[in-house]
């Protein structure tokens, strides 16, 4: 079954270190993007990459940094610039031609202590 | 600049009962609109969307969502509530169609759906 698969669902990490969390798709979609999600705010934009070897920063860019090798991957790197990284992690991808449906991975949990 | 309000950050209802959820959108442009859901440590998932076709949408799981121009609303209903519907409800604005490529949703705060027995 194609899907968007994301790893680890769980992660701890302590303050001052860099962590990197997965986002692979089968789905061949162009497109891919990361959300942070928090209580009570929404789904925010991190970055999104509309073609591989091309990405832009979204509406919470900052301490955050991605790559786009291939098309089916796009890794997320929290860096330890990022104040406050405890957060629900989503990645996405779009289905192509363009519908506006965004398919979503399970999401990582990132704990930092 | 687009925005999305949903009333109601908590809702609870018995099953069997009517569930209504609130969203409110703004727009400078004709917008496309849509309902997400998310069960608990998941991701979200497509329950419907509005893209100038018909105003009522009918969805998943028994969900519809009516566009409301002139309200500027876009609320989700569901006749009879389940057990199973208990979840966090996301609506989206975008502005597909109007912004070349990149689809941006614009996503509201949520509402958290809790359905008694």
């Known amino acids: 079954d194609g899907g968007i698969t994301q790893s680890p669902k769980y992660l701890f990490r302590k303050e001052g270190q860099n962590v990197t969390l997965s986002c692979e798709q089968n789905?061949?979609?162009?497109?891919m993007y990361w959300y942070r999600q928090d209580p009570g705010q929404g789904l925010r934009l991190i970055y999104y990459?509309?073609?591989?070897?091309?990405?832009q920063k979204g509406d919470i860019a900052e301490g955050y940094s991605v790559s786009r090798e291939k098309k089916e991957s796009f890794p997320l790197t929290v860096t330890s610039a990022q104040k406050n990284p405890t957060a629900f992690y989503l990645c996405a991808s779009i289905r192509t031609p363009n519908t506006g449906e965004l398919f979503f991975g399970e999401g990582s949990r990132l704990t930092v202590l | 600049a687009q925005s999305v309000t949903q009333l109601g950050s908590h809702v609870s209802v018995s099953e069997g009962a009517l569930v209504l959820l609130r969203c409110n959108y703004s727009s400078s442009v004709p917008p496309y609109l849509f309902w997400y859901v998310q069960y608990p440590n998941q991701g979200l998932q497509l329950l419907l969307k509005y893209t100038s076709a018909a105003t009522l949408v009918k969805g998943i799981n028994g969900f519809e969502a009516e566009f409301k121009k002139s309200e500027t609303s876009f609320h989700l209903t569901k006749p009879s509530a389940h057990m199973s519907d208990a979840a966090e409800y996301f609506c989206a604005v975008s502005s597909l169609g109007f912004s070349g490529g990149y689809n941006k949703l614009i996503f509201g705060a949520g509402t958290r759906l809790a359905v008694h027995p």
């Open positions: 789905l061949n979609h162009d497109a």
């Open positions: 990459s509309q073609i591989v070897n091309d990405f």
